[in-house]
């Protein structure tokens, strides 16, 4: 079976961030969505989607985007009711994000500029301590390279040597 659901869309309001009484964080958003069409009178019209994320991407989140920022969410659709005050069952469908992604940096959609110039996002999968593997031993490659290379010049130059890289270092 599967549960997975993708998401491009901008925020409607501000995230609204929360901490539960065990001081876990989590922030309620809503995004809007294009529909891939046009109505009867030409005009597209958009889904209005409730989406929920935990821990420190709710905070990331909370911090680094407000109403009109353009994310990406992926997570999947859960269900769950409650009875609200008046004992009525209400029933809720809403996206539990596993991760979310900026695409665009802070301030990016007023104005018109857009692009992911600024992307951020935080995959809620990935340790906090993990050094990221790619960076360093690229790194560590491009020192290597650099010796005798005269300071400035060009790092990507071919040395002609073999390249060492095992597949754990591609980042696809």
Wanted: net charge negative.
């Amino acid at each position: 079976m599967l549960n997975r659901v993708v998401l491009v869309g901008r925020l409607t309001k501000d995230p609204d961030l929360r901490y539960t009484p065990s001081g876990v964080a989590v922030a309620n958003f809503t995004i809007a969505v294009n529909r891939p069409f046009s109505n009867q009178q030409g005009q597209r019209e958009a889904d209005f989607i409730n989406c929920v994320v935990w821990r420190r991407p709710a905070e990331n989140l909370a911090n680094f985007m407000s109403k009109g920022g353009l994310i990406g969410v992926d997570g999947r659709v859960q269900t769950r009711s409650y009875d609200d005050p008046d004992g009525k069952r209400v029933f809720v469908t809403e996206i539990v994000a596993d991760s979310v992604q900026f695409l665009e940096s802070k301030g990016g959609s007023q104005g018109g500029q857009s692009g992911g110039q600024g992307s951020q996002g935080y995959n809620q999968n990935q340790g906090q301590n993990q050094p990221n593997q790619y960076n360093q031993n690229n790194n560590n490659q491009n020192n290597s390279n650099n010796q005798g290379n005269n300071g400035g010049d060009n790092p990507f130059q071919d040395s002609g040597e073999p390249i060492d890289i095992s597949d754990d270092d591609l980042p696809f």
